[in-house]
């Protein structure tokens, strides 16, 4: 079973002040178990720190997510454990991201922060994305899968980038072919570096390098 409140049960109804709805926040052990060894398991091929973000100052099901991310973590004896409240986290990831590398968190959080971490690009479309099991298997799409404006179909403006980092990703978390992973991030690094530009970068860029000038 899944987690998060995206998952949970959810009830619509009429009550004593009229329309009502909830969203039930499911978490158990062994979903918490699975996501905090996976994200374990991926810092170690990266800077060793995992950085685990819930509300355990108000939510019951953060509490217990931050109580077995903890015991999860004693297994994992050379890699830094960090914990943060959401609603920090969310500011620090845009002031300052280089403080984290691996994060795990509930399903809505990441949801959420997910999207926030892309506009440090500038663009959704620039990040890829994994939906990985505890054995390396998984769906690898860009971040934003759905493109919201379909003006742009059969006008060579889709950036690609997301794409084709989400094989790098594929490479590196399932097949373990680390050097073929980084050959790919390096030749979009590349293309970026020479002044390659889509339409949605460049007008991030042109923004930036405006309000910087000025």
């Not at 052990?29 to 973000?53: D, Q």
């Not at 959420?112 to 892309?118: V, Y």
Request: net charge negative; glycine share 6%; aromatic share 8%.
């Amino acid at each position: 079973m899944a987690g998060s409140v995206i998952c949970g049960e959810k009830k619509t109804g009429v009550g004593a002040f009229g329309r009502e709805g909830s969203d039930l926040e499911y978490y158990n052990e062994e979903i918490i178990k699975k996501s905090a060894k996976t994200a374990f398991e991926i810092s170690k091929i990266r800077r060793n720190t995992v950085s685990s973000i819930d509300k355990s100052n108000v939510l019951a099901s953060s509490m217990l997510w931050k109580e077995v991310v903890k015991e999860v973590s004693k297994d994992h004896p050379n890699v830094k454990l960090k914990h943060h409240l959401v609603d920090t986290a969310a500011m620090e990831v845009m002031i300052n991201p280089e403080k984290f590398d691996v994060i795990v968190t509930t399903n809505m959080f990441g949801d959420i922060l997910a999207d926030e971490l892309s506009q440090i690009t500038g663009s959704a479309y620039m990040l890829p994305s994994a939906e990985i099991d505890e054995h390396g298997k998984g769906l690898f799409t860009p971040n934003q899968l759905h493109h919201q404006d379909e003006s742009i179909i059969d006008k060579d403006k889709a950036n690609p980038i997301g794409l084709i980092s989400s094989v790098a990703l594929m490479l590196r978390y399932s097949f373990k072919l680390h050097e073929e992973a980084d050959i790919i991030e390096r030749a979009i690094e590349r293309a970026i570096d020479k002044g390659y530009r889509t339409e949605d970068i460049y007008i991030w860029w042109y923004i930036s390098w405006n309000s910087n000038d000025g």
